[in-house]
């Protein structure tokens, strides 16, 4: 415990005091190479810090989360005259009767803050 200790009072504290941060945004321009050199592993492990707390608070979800996960790759085939004069088909993986929507979109739009809806195709005879 004493080294973590030692290690964050002194060393970081004389780390962090030696370097070479502008007072405004426009100092930035101020900077000359060896000062944005001595920057560069500061901002590096803030940037690396502000990622792993942004992947744990939000972390990634598979666009489908639940339809035919045992398959390589989903894909359907319909023919044609399957259709009828209008069908829908499900773009947000949600829909209980995938392939086909069955408007699960709406409560996806309102939970993710999304807008996505059906592909419709229509048979123009």
Not at 22 to 45: C, H, M, R
Not at 66 to 72: A, D, G, L
Not at 80 to 100: M, Q, Y
Request: with cysteine; net charge positive; hydrophobic share 40%.
């Amino acid at each position: 415990m004493e080294a973590s200790s030692n290690l964050i009072k002194v060393h970081l504290a004389n780390y962090l005091a030696n370097l070479p941060l502008p007072n405004s945004f426009t100092g930035i321009f101020k900077l000359g190479i060896s000062d944005i050199v001595k920057l560069i592993p500061f901002y590096a492990t803030v940037g690396g810090v502000c990622y792993i707390s942004y992947r744990f608070v939000c972390p990634r979800s598979p666009v489908n989360p639940s339809i035919k996960k045992e398959s390589s790759k989903v894909a359907d085939v319909f023919a044609i005259e399957e259709l009828g004069d209008s069908t829908a088909f499900c773009r947000c993986w949600r829909s209980s009767k995938f392939p086909l929507c069955d408007g699960a979109h709406n409560v996806y739009n309102k939970l993710c803050q999304d807008n996505v809806g059906p592909l419709i195709v229509k048979n123009n005879k």
